[in-house]
Nanobody
Framework: QVQVVESGGGLAQAGGSLRLSCVASLRTRGNYCIGWFRQGPGKEREGVAVVDANGSPSYADSVKGRFTISRDNDKNTLYLQMNALSPEDTAMYYC???????????????????????????WGQGTLVVVFS
């Protein structure tokens, strides 16, 4: 079972930074993927960054070098540090988890996910990020 609550979105100027947080209670002892997803105006939902149960990250090409995903397991919190923001980053951001992903498959979400497929848990309310120039 996955329960998530996202926060940290807001308004940012191009070139600025925001840090998103996702409190996620994962009741699993096995492999899983958890990550950030976004959907901008007129765009399909896409994977942004994911980590596996060992903390190994994977990023979409569009955010590599600018965004960093991290976890604080003691606080059950997932973070997304977003630097060098651009208007193209404007979107609703969500986090979700796949509790049945085999080892080595989490990168699929950041590289190929486009709104369908996989086995992600329920989506939360999300947090809105708006970047202006």
């Amino acid at each position: 079972q996955v329960q998530v609550v996202e926060s940290g979105g807001g308004l940012a100027q191009a070139g600025g930074s925001l840090r998103l947080s996702c409190v996620a209670s994962l009741r699993t002892r096995g492999n899983y993927c958890i990550g950030w997803f976004r959907q901008g105006p007129g765009k399909e939902r896409e994977g942004v960054a994911v980590v596996d149960a060992n903390g190994s990250p994977s990023y979409a090409d569009s955010v590599k070098g600018r965004f960093t995903i991290s976890r604080d397991n003691d606080k059950n919190t997932l973070y997304l540090q977003m630097n060098a923001l651009s208007p193209e980053d404007t979107a609703m951001y969500y986090c979700a988890a796949d509790l049945s992903a085999p080892p080595g498959t989490c990168a699929w979400y950041s590289e190929h996910y486009s709104g369908t497929g996989g086995a992600l848990g329920a989506w939360g309310q999300g947090t809105l990020v708006v970047v202006f120039s």
